[in-house]
C-alpha cells in the first residue's frame, strides 16, 4: 500500500513537471497550428544547461532555470517567424513543410549534441540532490518535490499571463481563431514568434528540471516528444486544459509501469496507449477549449 | 510542338532503356565492395519512392515508414527460421500481407483525421514496434535474429534492381498514369472538392497508404536476407525514416524521379562520410540540416529545378528562354 | 449515374421535380444557417437562389451536397433521399457543385483539374471531354498551367469546368460568376443554357440581377435560413416588399 501511495505521488510529481512543457507545446499548436517534433530537444538542451552551469561553473543547478528561459526564449523568439514562414508559405502543402521543419530541426539538434557531447549520460546537480522528504508513510526524493513545485509556480504564471493579462487575451483569441483576431488587429507573424519564444524558454526550463530529476543525454529527447505527443494526443491538439491532466496521468502511468512491471516497459505502454487512443478516440478523449 | 513532345518522350525511353542495360550488367563491370554500394543505392532509391507514393502524392506525411520496412524484414526473419523455414521468396508475400494488414489497422482510423495526427500515429506504432521487439523473446530482443546465410552479391544487387523497377514503374502507372494517381493529388490539394467530385478520398487515402507500406516491407524483406542479421534498431530505427524523409525532400515531393535522384544522392554521400569518418553521429545532424535547408530553400527538392511546370521550375525556364530566343 | 442520367431524361412527368428539400435544419452554435429549408428544383430548369449575405444560401449547397451533414429534414435528390449521405456517394448519384471561393486542385494542372473531376464515374471518353470543356471555357492556352497560377477568373471557369465534366443531373453553381470579366461571364451563361437545353437542372446561387433575369426560369428567396417566397422573376420584382427587404433595392 506504501508503495502504491509513494509510486501515485512520484507519478504525479513528475506529472507536473511534464505539464509545464505540455501547456506551452498546446499554446504553440494553437497558435501555429504546427506540432513541433523539436520539444524533446529543447528538454535536453535545458538539462545540458544545467549540467555545463552546475559542473562547469559550480552553481547550483536550480539558478539554470531563469538562464535557460532567457537564452532559449530568445532562440525561440528568433526561430518563430521562420516557423512562422514556412507554415503560411504560398508554396505547396505547407503545413507538411512545416512538419518536416521541425522534424528536421530535432534531427539536428540531435545530431549536433551527439557530435558535440556523446552518447554519456549526464544529471544536474542541485543542493538538494540526494536528499529525501517523508510525509507520514511515503518517501519522496525532495528533488522531485521542489521541481513538481518550480513546475506548478511556471505553470501558474503561464495560466495567470494567458487569463489576466490582454497580451495573454490575444494569445487565446489567435489559438481560438486566427482569422478573427487576425481581424481584430492581432499581429499574427510577432505573436507566433513570442509564443515560439514563450514555449521554447519553458520547455528548457523543464529539461532543467527533468535533468535534476532524472539524466539527460541526447537520445532521451525522443521521450519527451513522445511525452508532448501523448498529452496532444489524449487531450486533444490544441487543448491547453485538457493538458494539465493528461501529463498528471502520463506521469501516474509511467510511475506505476516502471514500479510494477519494469522500467524498459515503461515506453512500451506509454506509446501503446498513445496508439490505441489514437485508434480509439482519435480527436482525443480529454478535450476541451483554450 | 507535338513534334518536340514526341521527340523528347523518344529521347526519355531511350535513357531509361540506356539505364536498365547499365544496371543489368553493372554487376560485372565493378568489384563487391561496390556491387555492395549500388545494391544499397537501389534500395534507398526504392524506399524512398515508397514514401513518396503517400508523402508526396496524397501529402499525408509517415513518420514510422520504417515500421514497414521492419515488418518485412523481421516476418522473413521469423519464417526463414525454424520452425516455419520457409524458402526465401515465399516470405516475401507473406511479409507483405503482414504490413498490409497492420497498414489497414492504423490508416483506417487515422487517415481521416488531420495530417498531424496521422504523422504521431505512425511515429508512435514504429516505436511501440521497436519497443515490442526489444523486449520479446521470439524477436531475439535487444540481440536481434539471423538468417540462413546466402552469400551471393549479385541475387541480392538483381533482387534489389527488380524490386526497385518495379516498384517505380506501379509508382508511374498507378500514380503518373491512372485515375487513381489524379484522385490521389486531388484529394492532396483539395480534400472537401475532391470529395465533391465523387471520390472516395477514405478509401482512396488508404489505398495509398497500404501500397506504399507493402513497397517498403518487399525491401525489409531482401535486406534482412542480404544482412543476414537484423535487430530492432536497425530495421525499425527511427534514422531509416529520417534517411527516406530527406532523400524525398531533397530530390523533390510528389515526382517520380526525385526520390531516385535523392536517394541515390543522399546514400553515396552517407557511405563517403562513412568510410573516412565511420559510423558517426555527425551525419545525424547533416540529415537535420539536410531537411531544414530543403524545406527552407528548396522546397520542391531537385527535381522542381527542372520542372517544366509546377514547382519553381527555374532551371527549365531558363533552358526554356534559351530555345525561345535560338528560334527568334 | 447513368442511371441518375437516363431517369432524368425518360420520366419527367412520373416527378418533376430532381430535388425536394423539406424542413432542413442546421444549426452552427447558436447560429441558425437553416431554418427549415423547403424548396424543390423542377427537371430541366435553372432556379435561382437569391438572398442577403448570411440568408443560408451557400450552407444549403453545403447541406444537399453532403459536405456538411444536417441536424434533421429531407433531402429528397432525383427520388432518393440522400440527407446524411457522405459527399462522395451524392456525387456520385449525379449531383455536382462549385464552392465560392474556388477549391481547385492548386499543385495540378488545368487539364488534370478537369479529368480529376472525371476521375470517379464518367471516365469513357473523359479525355476528350477535357479538350472539349478547355475549348468551351477558352482554357486552352492555360491548359497546361498550374491551377494556382491562373487568374480569379479562369479560377471560376475552372471550378465551373469540374462540374460540367462531372456529367451531372443537377449543378449547384455557388456565385460562379462574380467578379468575372463580362466576356467570360457570358461563356458561363451561355454554357448553362446549351446544358440546361440538353436536360441539365440547375440550382445557382447569384448576386447579379441582370444575370438572374436574363437565365433563371424560377427564382427562390432565402432569408434567415428559410425560403421566403419563389416564383418568376418579374412576379418577384413585382413584389416590391421583396425586394425591399431581402435585396434592398427598390423596383
Known sequence: MDLFLQTLLNGLLIGGVIATFTIAFQLTFGVLHVIDFAVGGWVVLGGYLGYYMASGLGLDGFLAIPVAFVLFGAIGYLLGPVLYNVRNSRTARPELMALALTFGLFTLLRGGMLTAWGFNTRSVATALSGESLTLGPVTVPLIRVAAALFAAAIACSLFLFLYRTRYGLAIRATAENRNNAALMGVNIRRLSANVYGLYAGITAMAG??????????????????????????????????????????????????STY???????LAIFATLFLVLLISPRGILRRGL | MAAHAIRTRWLGFLFLAAMLVVLAVLPWAINNYWLRIATGALMWAGLACSWNMLGGYAGYINFGHSAFFGLGAYSSALLMNDPFGLPFLATIPAGMAVTALCAVAIGGPTLRLRGAYFAIATWAFAEV?????????????????????????????????????????????????????LKVKALRDHEPAAEAMGINTALVKLQAFVLSA??????????????????????????????MVVMV???????????????????????????????????????????????????????????????????????????????? | MSVAMSSAAAAP?????????????????????????????????IAGLIGPNGSGKSTLFSLVSGTVPPDSGEIRFDGREIAGMSAHRIARLGLARTFQIPALFENMSVRENLLAAAAEGHWAGARERAEETLALLSLEHVADNRASDLSGGQQKLLEFGRAVMRQASLILLDEVTAGVHPNIRRIILDAIVRLRDKGVSFLIIEHDMEMVRNVCDRIIVMDSGRVVTSGAFEDIVRDSQVMQTYLGRPQ
Open chain 3, 13 to 45: 412527368a412520373q416527378a418533376d421535380s430532381i430535388l425536394v428539400v423539406r424542413g432542413l435544419h442546421k444549426h452552427f452554435g447558436g447560429i441558425k444557417a437553416a431554418n427549415g429549408v423547403d424548396l424543390e428544383v423542377r427537371r430541366h430548369e
Open chain 2, 249 to 328: 525532400l531533397l530530390g523533390g515531393l510528389g515526382s517520380l524521379w526525385g526520390p531516385a535522384i535523392g536517394g541515390v544522392a543522399l546514400f553515396v554521400v552517407n557511405r563517403l562520410i562513412w568510410m573516412n569518418w565511420g559510423d558517426t553521429a555527425f551525419y545525424i545532424a547533416i540529415l537535420g540540416a539536410a531537411i531544414v535547408l530543403v524545406v527552407l530553400f528548396l522546397p520542391n527538392g531537385i527535381a522542381g529545378l527542372f520542372a517544366r511546370r509546377g514547382g519553381n521550375g527555374a532551371l527549365a525556364k531558363a533552358a526554356e528562354k534559351l530555345v525561345r530566343g535560338g528560334e527568334r
Open chain 2, 129 to 181: 514496434l521497436i519497443q515490442f521487439a526489444t523486449v520479446m523473446d521470439f524477436t531475439g530482443g535487444t540481440g536481434g535474429i539471423g538468417l540462413p546465410p546466402f552469400l551471393n552479391e549479385r541475387f541480392f544487387y538483381f533482387a534489389m534492381l527488380v524490386a526497385a523497377v518495379l516498384t517505380y514503374l506501379v509508382t508511374w502507372a498507378l500514380f503518373e498514369r491512372s485515375r487513381f494517381g
Open chain 1, 208 to 257: 532543467v528540471l527533468m535533468g535534476a530529476i532524472y539524466s539527460v543525454n541526447p537520445e532521451v529527447g525522443l521521450r519527451y516528444t513522445l511525452f508532448a505527443f501523448f498529452v496532444a494526443v489524449l487531450a486533444g491538439l490544441g487543448s491547453v486544459g485538457g493538458a494539465v491532466v493528461a501529463a498528471l496521468l502520463l506521469g501516474v502511468i509511467e510511475a506505476y509501469v
Open chain 2, 214 to 243: 507493402v513497397a517498403a516491407s518487399v525491401f525489409g524483406s531482401i535486406f534482412a536476407y542480404w544482412v543476414t542479421f537484423i535487430n530492432p534498431k536497425s530495421v525499425f530505427g527511427g534514422d531509416i525514416t529520417d534517411q
Open chain 1, 261 to 267: 512491471v519494469g522500467s524498459s516497459y515503461s515506453l
